[in-house]
């Protein structure tokens, strides 16, 4: 099946304050399917926001092309465009009440009064917001002036939303709630979802794809699996999720292990397929692929921080080198100073060529 949304080659450069030139989108490729969840994902500067905004219309490309179901983008203005955007800042207007900010656009296309109070009302009705249309935005929680937003942007049924960081104005507890609840409004709607955050946790939480870029380009695309446990590159795994980086030299391979170390003299345990003696690369474990007790690495905790359910500690292995980071389900006794050892298993690893 051809993809709802196809990108090729998208190049945007900037002149900076000194003259020269920042390449925001450097020959970006992206494909997004219909009723597809993809978030851009990357730390301020990467080109997401850039990217978000050529798609829709408010950013010209200086190259490349863009496609939305087969029909060419880029000579499109942005209000011929079958795609809606909601914005960080909601926009919403105060002095309408709910139902008309909802549909006002379709009250600027002339749709009949009674055709769009049964599309506002149905729409309310699908974000949580049934019978509040005569409120004003000011009388409405963040979560509820959220849903407006999104409400908003549906009633016209563009084939493509693009969600420029929607959640970050609200508090922990509200952002949590709405990530599922975006997350099956999108299924449910049938359109699809391309959401920018620099929240790891909330891209993995709602997407079916992620995208993770970097100096405006695409550092890997993959399922929130894929990209947390096979991370393609340092600066992957550095930046999605807390992880332990150890750079080893393989000592020797005993059939589907590899026995490893680092230059401190730290002992590791990875997969031996395709490893060969005096190999350098980098081994990656997630705080969360260690066990306490038991043969393991040898260190003492130096931090212990609790977490409700979960303990986080720092160990420092005895050997020396970087403090080891590690989430203990049961933590129990292991209080700052106490002599651990840590275990793993080599198929949790994940090896990093050397570069």
């Known amino acids: ?23 925001a989108l450097d020959g970006v490729n992206l ?58 800042s ?11 900010n909802v549909g006002y656009a379709l009250e600027v296309a002339g749709v009949a009064r009674a055709t769009r109070e049964a ?7 699908k974000v949580g917001l049934a019978g509040m249309g005569a409120r004003r935005p000011g009388q409405l929680s963040g979560g509820q002036r959220q849903r407006v937003a999104l409400a908003r942007s549906i ?24 990530q599922l609840e975006l997350k099956s409004l999108q299924h449910a709607l049938g359109i699809a979802f391309i ?30 699996r894929e990209i947390y446990r096979h991370p393609r590159n340092r600066f992957v795994a550095e930046f999605i999720g807390e992880t332990n980086l150890f ?54 905790v130096t931090r212990a921080v609790y977490l409700g359910s979960d303990l986080y500690l720092f160990v420092q292995p005895l050997a020396g080198g970087p403090e080891i980071r590690v989430i203990a389900r049961d933590g129990a006794g292991f209080d700052e100073g106490a002599a651990v050892h840590l275990a793993h298993d080599p198929a949790r690893v994940h090896v990093l060529e050397a570069a």
Not at 5 to 21: C, D, K, N, Q, Y
Not at 57 to 85: H, I, K, Q, W, Y
């Open 247 to 300: 750079p080893v030299t393989i000592d020797r391979v005993e059939g589907a292990e590899a026995l490893a170390r680092t230059a401190e003299g730290v002992e590791m345990r990875l997969p031996g397929k395709d490893r060969r003696p005096g190999e350098q690369v980098t081994a990656i474990l997630r705080p969360a692929d260690f066990t306490l007790g038991g043969a393991g690495i040898p260190g003492r």
């Open 155 to 178: 009633i016209a049924k563009p084939r493509l939303l693009l969600l420029d960081e929607p959640l970050s104005a609200l508090d922990r507890n509200l952002r949590q709630q709405m």
């Open 1 to 23: 099946m051809a993809p709802l949304l196809e990108i090729r080659e998208a190049r945007r450069s900037f002149v900076t304050p000194e003259g020269g030139r920042l390449a």
């Open 195 to 224: 959401f920018v955050t620099h929240d790891q946790e909330e891209a993995l939480t709602m997407s079916d794809r992620i995208v993770v870029m970097r100096s405006g380009q695409i550092e890997q695309i993959g399922t929130p």
């Open 119 to 125: 599309q506002v009302a149905e729409v309310l009705e």
């Open 31 to 88: 494909d997004v399917g219909a009723n597809e969840f993809v978030t851009l994902l990357g730390p301020s500067g990467c080109g997401k926001t850039t990217l978000l905004r050529a798609i829709s219309g408010f950013e010209s490309l200086d190259s490349g092309t863009m496609r939305l179901d087969g029909a060419d983008l880029t000579a499109l203005p942005p209000f011929r465009r079958p795609v809606n955007t909601v914005f960080q």
């Open 90 to 100: 909601y926009a919403l207007f105060g002095h309408m009440s709910v139902a008309r």
